[in-house]
């Protein structure tokens, strides 16, 4: 996890599109009493049995948990309720030896999704992903990566990239390796929160993640003055035009967030006198995020984020 603040903070230093802009990171943060503390699964849409069943829905659902936006209609919310129904109807259903056998048309009946979703393709090819390297060296089961970890969320993202190629979230920026792992650390991120951090869910390192990157944190940053876009950034957002996977602008965006955030958190912390974790900044801000009708985000095809 030092890679992705060390990183992050290399291409915030270095960026020509995409400002952290900490005077108003300072204004923010003299606002904020204290980071309101968002329940996980706030919306009740999310399975959860207090077990390795659990764990199995989670990396599941991280593994496609991207891209929603080409499809006006369809988001997060329908992606987690459709996966809890398609487990509370079939425990089966993310079993390795199934995950390696669906289809599009049959992702989309797991889903009750009425067309093509967005990268289909590339989802289909990461539940295969997935279902083979979990028979291949977790005996079938995502609780055994958690038991791999030693209690250390750190651990578990380093074991996710390193074992499934979908989660390995880095690109090249100015000839340097950037690494950002969104979907590593949400796993990790959300066993914490969905078991209290007890059990499947126990790190002792919990506040080695930083935020998880995504297409709304950048956006709400934005809104808050904290990142300050160059004119042409800007006026492609605002035109909702695409910004390519991999390009400078794409990964300052993600980088410079990540950052902002950290300088946020450090100034939070000091104010309050408390330790003040990313993964909550990062859930304030989204919720924060989804709940703003006119937020304009960035529009990148990418099966990161």
């Not at 992705?4 to 606002?31: C, F, G, Q, Y």
């Amino acid at each position: 996890m030092d890679n992705v603040r060390a990183t992050s903070a290399w291409v915030a230093n270095r960026s020509s599109h995409v400002l952290v802009d900490s005077e108003a990171i300072e204004r923010v943060v003299k606002t904020i009493d204290a980071i309101p503390k968002v329940e996980w699964d706030f919306e009740g849409i999310h399975y959860f049995d207090n077990g390795p069943l659990t764990v199995q829905y989670l990396l599941v659902l991280d593994a496609l948990n991207f891209c929603f936006w080409p499809d006006k209609d369809l988001n997060y919310d329908d992606l987690a309720s459709g996966l809890k129904e398609a487990l509370q109807n079939d425990k089966s259903a993310f079993d390795a030896d199934r995950l390696q056998k669906y289809t599009g048309p049959q992702l989309r009946e797991l889903l009750k999704w009425p067309r093509p979703l967005p990268l289909e393709d590339e989802r289909v090819r990461l539940l295969h992903e997935v279902g083979m390297e979990l028979e291949r060296s977790f005996n079938g089961k995502a609780s055994n990566i958690v038991e791999c970890c030693g209690k250390s969320a750190a651990n578990l993202v380093d074991i996710a990239a390193r074992h499934f190629p979908g989660f390995r979230d880095h690109s090249v920026y100015k000839g340097h390796q950037v690494f950002i792992y969104k979907r590593a650390q949400i796993f990790a991120a959300d066993l914490w929160g969905a078991f209290s951090g007890q059990g499947y869910g126990e790190f002792k390192d919990i506040s080695s993640l930083t935020i998880m990157a995504d297409y709304i944190v950048p956006a709400v940053l934005h809104q808050f003055g904290v990142l300050k876009y160059s004119p042409t950034l800007a006026g492609t957002i605002e035109a909702g035009g695409e910004i390519g996977a991999g390009t400078e602008e794409e990964v300052e965006l993600r980088a410079c967030s990540i950052d902002a955030v950290e300088k946020m958190r450090e100034l939070i912390s000091v104010k309050s006198g408390r330790q003040v974790l990313s993964v909550e900044l990062d859930l304030w801000l989204w919720a924060s995020g989804v709940q703003r009708a006119s937020l304009q985000h960035h529009r990148t095809l990418s099966i990161y984020y």
